[in-house]
């Protein structure tokens, strides 16, 4: 198991790379100064907040989920949190009449987070009749996010071919959505709903106890349960808003960190934070790098995360 301050330092100089790597890309292409400025603060920076962001609200929710909702399978995309969010954006995006869509950045991330919060509070309802056991939670995302998927769908059938490219590319994914205006709205949210995960981390840790221990040391883990899948809910939605819909990253970094630096969420959430920002990250710096075509991210994510989870199932049991 690696030590904290190892993990810490490391995972630190990941990011850093990564992020200065994201935003010197620019320096390697043949253009005159003035325009290299332009594309810095109008492209790379946007790019390298958006990455730094959605990895962050993703990773940090996952692993809070599976907290919470006492299941290691409890992720944003499994448990449905961002089918909802997609499928508002898919509403919003296509739907929007065309007086409206200069406010379409200030529409978005407020209409993912309504997206995110309510399949968020039916999957907890459903849970909670259900006896809330961990089959019922994934179950009832699965049911919502087959739900939103078939409404999805159904929204295709109106799309003109171009609005049919963008949303098929958005709902996969893309780094390269996000506008400065959408990122004044939905960074605060990231950054609020991030701060409230990481200031119950010690709350966290004691609810791997159980519930009945939890409660005699202090937490109502009823509200603490309530409060935190709020905060998911805004994280996801804002990231959904950003960057459309990502898989795997919020499934994978917790369950690799945990494997390499164990459970406790002081430093676990931050970790994460900073892991699934600096994957992000380096999917954007490869993209930078490659200029050959962009793809989708959830692909890369899928693509590089089922194998590495497979593998930390297999040494987790070992252990």
């Not at 056991?133 to 087959?146: D, F, N, P, R």
């Amino acid at each position: 198991m690696i030590k904290g301050k190892t993990a810490v330092v490391t995972a630190a100089t990941v990011f850093i790379c990564a992020l200065f790597g994201v935003l010197s890309a620019v320096g390697f292409t043949d253009t005159p100064y003035e325009l290299k400025l332009h594309i810095l603060y109008q492209l790379q920076l946007p790019l390298a907040l958006t990455a730094t962001l959605v990895g962050a609200a993703l990773s940090v929710s996952g692993a809070t989920l599976q907290v919470v909702l006492r299941n290691p399978l409890a992720d944003p995309g499994i448990v449905g949190i961002t089918s909802g969010a997609s499928l508002v954006a898919a509403v919003l995006l296509l739907a929007t009449p065309q007086w409206a869509e200069n406010y379409l950045h200030y529409i978005l991330p407020v209409g993912c987070f309504i997206g995110a919060l309510a399949t968020t509070f039916i999957i907890y309802k459903l849970a909670r009749r259900l006896l809330g056991s961990s089959t019922a939670v994934i179950l009832s995302g699965i049911a919502i996010s087959t739900l939103s998927g078939a409404a999805i769908a159904w929204l295709y059938l109106f799309s003109d071919a171009n609005s049919l490219r963008n949303l098929t590319f958005w709902l996969m994914g893309s780094l390269y959505q996000t506008t400065w205006p959408i990122l004044v709205v939905g960074a605060p949210l990231v950054i609020a709903a991030l701060a409230f995960q990481f200031s119950n981390a010690s709350k966290y840790n004691r609810l791997y106890a159980g519930d009945v221990a939890a409660t005699s040391s202090g937490v109502d883990v009823h509200k603490l349960t309530e409060r935190s899948l709020v905060a998911c809910a805004v994280a996801v939605g804002a990231a959904v808003s950003m960057a459309g819909s990502i898989a795997f990253v919020g499934l994978l970094v917790p369950h690799i960190l945990r494997l390499l630096i164990g459970h406790n969420n002081r430093l676990l959430l931050p970790l994460c934070a900073l892991v699934g920002a600096s994957l992000l990250l380096l999917v954007a710096l490869c993209s930078e790098l490659t200029r050959a075509i962009t793809l989708p991210v959830s692909m890369i994510t899928a693509t590089l995360g089922g194998p590495l989870l497979i593998w930390a199932l297999l040494k987790g049991q070992l252990r």
